[in-house]
């Protein structure tokens, strides 16, 4: 395994200080992968998407191309782009979309023409106001050049695209719960079935829903064909990924890597990448996908950066963020942190996951904070089985969207890998890193 | 009479007019009135419940569940200090201490002057500058105590206006001029939706 040479797919751009402006983009080579397949048919662009097999870059990394074809045949489908990258420590879609909203607006009507979608809606989280401006001038750039709109490109094709704003609630990161928030109401995640929106989505009608660096890939791999893209990384997991490294690493920063032949351990300690510890600490444990995702011990450097690699290992890569934690780091506090994030951003639907976050939550600040008790650790098992019976992985089911499952997995690790650290907190009354 | 000015009364329609349907445009048009006063005041909210065809209630049932949107009076400045993992593991804890010594409140409070409101946040997504601070959705990169002073001091004394507008998102670029729905249709839509509405409703009469 070694840090391997391979061309940059989504953040070819970034190197230049002006790389969301329109004239960049058309200066090093902008539009070409829309023009392209406007030439091309619908049929013939979803087959090479289908070729390249690109992985849904969300976080559930569903193939795009197989959400493609299970659209439903309707007058009117909607194309729905998720840009409302809330989980902690993931921070790749608002890089991308800061500094290269003209490539999503591109992939975007590169997918609406595929899919054949009547209207897309870019959906921005709410914080992202520079983010929010910079994609609105993209999407009004391409209205001028023609991208958009009326017959594109004169291709006989015509689409509209709205800019929509979140406003702060990570439960609209999740596919349904984001439609709920497009049609204006509170971001309630929907009963399943229908399982995807794809039957129905938005307004009842056939829906994609995509994450932003999924359509970022597009226009690459329309330029230079599926097979190109099929031709890097290995297995299911192709091409490249981009991940968000943050935590006690020299560099944090999001590097664009070959998926399956980097490694965790490329990642963390390559000088390209991360750069290794900071101040030459020791790793303790790393996140490998966001905070839904159980945490690895440094036995697992070596584990590649595929999707099924690291499932069958026992985690995910999610979100394609990577948090590195050093010896200094206290596993209960950051367990008790993620979990208060679920406490607050769950959306109270169901009981285990309103319930079981906010008991979790005080159970694992009273041990930070000095009130901890011994039976408290099987207090939180217990807890946590109920949210999400047998603590396997990946976790069963029980609420309507997959934050409440998500809740486990933290606290789990944090007491597979050292439960010692909660048992000196809870005997010396406090944190003892404090 | 209007509460919303004409532009702004404008401005929302043609809001409205970007989607398939009206409702669509309640979180927009609440980040726009939100603009125009800070918050989102109950007259505010009346409009944006005629101007999609909804209750008030709906409109204040719904706000109230974003974070981004307030009902209630706001500060000028709002200051959002993450702690969540990635900012907690480089002293995120800290840093918010010191923004409550700094502004001299409690996170969750605002200054008597209504200048600053300190919240701690979710993760903002610039983990790789952490621990991350946004102004009014900025992100103005401030990881230490000296430079979140600096950063009180300057906004205090009101020169990051350039970088850090007052409350919005939607002030500094238009929305698209795309394929605008007739508004005739969107003036059928909401007439059935008020007629399904005053369907709903119990009548007067049964009481």
């Known amino acids: ?434 | 009479m209007s509460y919303f000015t004409p532009e702004m009364r404008t401005r929302a329609q043609q809001l409205v007019g970007l989607y398939p349907k009206a409702r669509s445009a309640l979180i927009p048009l609440c980040h726009l009135a939100q603009e125009m006063d800070g918050w989102l005041r109950p007259e505010a909210m009346e409009e944006i419940a005629e101007l999609v065809g909804v209750t008030p209630a709906e409109v204040r049932g719904t706000a109230t569940f974003y974070d981004m949107l307030d009902t209630e009076p706001a500060a000028t400045y709002r200051v959002s200090v993450c702690t969540n993992v990635a900012c907690l593991l480089d002293g995120a804890l800290e840093l918010l201490a010191h923004a409550e010594e700094r502004l001299g409140v409690p996170v969750g409070g605002s200054t008597h002057d209504g200048k600053f409101h300190l919240e701690e946040s979710e993760c903002l997504a610039d983990c790789d500058f952490a621990p991350c601070v946004q102004v009014n959705h900025r992100f103005v990169r401030t990881q230490t105590p000296a430079a979140f002073d600096e950063l009180v001091d300057d906004l205090a004394a009101g020169k990051r206006a350039a970088t850090i507008p007052p409350h919005g998102t939607l002030v500094r670029v238009g929305r698209n001029r795309g394929l605008v729905v007739d508004p005739e249709q969107v003036a059928s839509e909401r007439a059935a939706m008020v007629e399904a509405q005053a369907a709903r409703a119990p009548s007067q009469d049964a009481h």
């Open chain 1, 1 to 434: 395994m070694a840090v391997t040479d391979v061309p940059r797919i989504v953040t070819a751009r970034l190197d230049h200080e002006d790389s969301y402006t329109l004239e960049r983009f058309l200066a090093t080579g902008g539009h070409e992968g829309l023009r392209k397949a406007l030439t091309m048919t619908p049929e013939a662009v979803a087959a090479e998407v289908d070729a390249a097999s690109l992985l849904g870059r969300g976080g559930a990394g569903f193939p795009a191309g197989r959400k493609w074809s299970m659209l439903r045949k309707a007058p009117v489908t909607y194309l729905v782009v998720n840009g409302d990258e809330s989980e902690p420590a993931t921070f790749k879609d608002h890089l991308l979309i800061e500094r290269d909203p003209n490539q999503i607006v591109e992939g975007t009507i590169i997918a609406a023409y595929a899919v054949q979608a009547s209207q897309v809606f870019i959906y921005v989280r709410g914080e992202f106001a520079l983010g929010l401006e910079r994609m609105q001038q993209a999407v009004n750039d391409a209205y001028d050049r023609g991208a958009i709109g009326n017959d594109i490109f004169g291709s006989g094709f015509s689409v509209d695209v709205v800019v929509h704003p979140g406003a702060g609630a990570y439960i609209c990161g999740d596919e349904t719960g984001l439609l709920e928030s497009l049609e204006g109401k509170r971001g309630f995640p929907r009963i399943k079935p229908p399982y995807f929106p794809a039957v129905m989505g938005l307004y009842g009608q056939p829906t994609v829903v995509n994450n932003v660096e999924t359509m970022s890939n597009l226009p690459w791999i329309i330029t230079n064909g599926g097979a190109a893209f099929a031709a890097l990384g290995a297995g299911r997991s192709t091409g490249t990924r981009l991940f968000a490294l943050s935590g006690h690493v020299r560099k944090p920063g999001a590097f664009e890597v070959e998926m399956v032949k980097t490694t965790f351990r490329d990642l963390i300690y390559a000088p390209i990448y991360g750069g290794g510890i900071r101040g030459g600490g020791e790793l303790k444990a790393f996140i490998p996908g966001g905070a839904s995702s159980p945490w690895f011990g440094p036995d697992k450097l070596d584990l590649p950066l595929g999707q099924d690699e690291v499932g069958e290992a026992g985690s995910m890569l999610g979100s394609g963020s990577v948090v590195v934690m050093d010896q200094s780091t206290c596993f209960v506090r950051v367990a008790w942190r993620i979990t208060k994030f679920f406490a607050r951003e769950s959306c109270g639907q169901c009981t285990p996951c309103r319930e079981g976050s906010g008991w979790l939550e005080r159970i694992l600040y009273r041990i930070e904070h000095g009130s901890g008790r011994v039976d408290d650790l099987d207090l939180l098992l217990d807890v946590c089985d109920n949210i999400s019976p047998g603590l396997h992985w990946p976790p069963q089911q029980t609420t309507i969207c997959p934050l409440g499952p998500s809740i486990p997995p933290s606290i789990n690790s944090a007491l597979t890998l050292c439960r010692d650290e909660f048992l000196v907190h809870i005997k010396e009354g406090g944190c003892p890193h404090a």
